[in-house]
């Protein structure tokens, strides 16, 4: 008998060697079996007809898909791919960022270090600063500014 779970037409056909078998356009299977013809005659030429047309269709198929493969391999290959190159980026700026920041812990005062990680780093305003070390937020601020003029005659020799 037939088996609605099968891949296409042609395989589904050749399994019911009674009825000519197919999807209707709402996936619904249907079997025409020879009591539906007008003879038997009939309902043989049609068999013979789409059991020519299904593997002719079911073979065109299969050069395509023997000859193709999945994009779902590629995509897998070039995701990691992907993944790795973001890991190695990710790690080659923190690299960078370490190194920065050793060479501003050589240049700067540990208060105005302190003060520039505090401001860049924590991502906390002038005057939250200001409150943490008991000063005033003007004092703050001419500390960052210090801090990053120091910086940019250090990094780029601008002053």
């Not at 013809?37 to 299969?62: A, L, N």
């Not at 990680?117 to 960052?144: G, K, V, W």
Request: charged letters at 35%.
């Amino acid at each position: 008998m037939f088996n609605p779970v099968m891949r296409d037409d042609y395989t589904r056909n050749q399994a019911d060697p009674d009825a000519i078998v197919s999807l209707d356009v709402k996936k619904n299977l249907k079997r025409m079996t020879a009591e539906q013809f007008e003879s038997f005659d009939t309902f043989i030429h049609w068999k013979q007809v789409s059991d020519e047309s299904y593997h002719e269709i079911h073979r065109g198929d299969r050069g395509y898909k023997d000859h193709t493969v999945s994009l779902g391999r590629y995509e897998a290959v070039l995701s990691t791919e992907h993944e790795e190159q973001e890991k190695a980026e990710r790690e080659r700026i923190h690299a960078l960022y370490l190194e920065v920041v050793r060479k501003l812990r050589r240049i700067l005062t540990n208060k105005e270090y302190r003060r520039l990680m505090m401001f860049y780093d924590e991502d906390l305003s002038e005057e939250q600063i200001a409150r943490l070390e008991n000063t005033s937020q003007p004092a703050i601020s001419q500390s960052l500014t210090n801090a990053i003029e120091k910086a940019k005659k250090y990094f780029c020799g601008k002053l």
